[in-house]
């Protein structure tokens, strides 16, 4: 079975820009979250998405915004970028959302850097 | 509110020894889950090991296993054996399961490094 994917896996965008990241879960996954990782802050929860809906919201700055498709796939748009959106952002899928079923499989992530 | 502390940001370990990580939470739900990942250097968190606050058992994954002490609130990764390419960083994680606004949280992480 196929795991986490995400695209692209690199990105250099500078201040102002906008950016759109992909994430194609494990099949059959229907949760899809997202996280921000960086050096000084650590790994932060960004948003949930569950059927398409989104469940949960981490605190952050309506810049960051996100959605999920009927397939599962989502995708996390960040607007008017800042230097200190570079991070690096995790998609992690499962199963369902109670006990083993929560396990959080996660894909190799998208470095952005903002310029 | 739910709460994940790792104390130790980094450890060295001789290799073949074993290696405990500490992880405690603080939670005020009867029922939720506990997780461990690693993430090496390349970036990509690994899933390794759950622990339901309702199994009586701790868990085990092959040279993984979670020493899960409810009343004390502690869930702490023990390697057995550690090997060289067990050098990245540890984080513990829980999620409260019937939260409306329950999502996973991770801890700061323990930096493991193994010496030959």
């Known amino acids: 079975k196929a795991g986490v994917t995400q695209t692209p896996r690199y990105l250099i965008k500078t201040r102002g820009q906008q950016v759109t990241l992909s994430c194609s879960p494990i099949?059959?996954?229907?949760?899809v979250s997202w996280y921000q990782q960086t050096p000084g802050q650590g790994l932060q929860f960004l948003f949930e998405?569950?059927?398409?809906?989104?469940?949960n919201k981490g605190n952050f700055p309506g810049r960051f915004s996100g959605r999920q498709f009927s397939n599962s796939r989502s995708e996390m748009n960040v607007s008017t970028l800042e230097l200190g959106d570079s991070a690096l952002y995790l998609c992690?899928?499962?199963?369902?959302?109670?006990?083993?079923?929560?396990?959080?499989?996660f894909g190799p992530g998208t470095r952005l850097t903002v310029l | 509110a739910q709460k994940i502390t790792q104390t130790q940001p980094g450890m060295f370990v001789q290799e073949k020894e074993a290696v405990t990580l500490d992880c405690t939470y603080d939670?005020?739900?009867?029922?939720?889950?506990l997780f461990w990942y690693k993430q090496p250097s390349s970036g990509e968190m690994i899933f390794l090991i759950y622990?339901?606050?309702?199994?009586?058992q701790n868990a085990t994954e092959g040279r993984y296993s979670l020493n899960f002490q409810k009343a004390r609130k502690s869930a702490n990764l023990v390697i057995s054996a550690s090997q060289l390419g067990d050098s990245a960083m540890y984080f513990c994680?829980?999620?409260?399961?019937?939260?409306?606004?329950?999502?996973?949280?991770f801890g700061s992480g323990t930096r493991l490094s193994i010496r030959p």
């Open positions: 992690a899928s499962s199963l369902g959302l109670a006990g083993l079923s929560n396990t959080q499989y």
């Open positions: 099949s059959g996954h229907r949760s």
């Open positions: 998405y569950f059927s398409e809906t989104q469940r």
């Open positions: 939670t005020s739900d009867q029922s939720y889950g």
């Open positions: 622990q339901g606050s309702y199994d009586e």
């Open positions: 994680a829980m999620r409260e399961m019937y939260s409306s606004a329950s999502k996973i949280i």
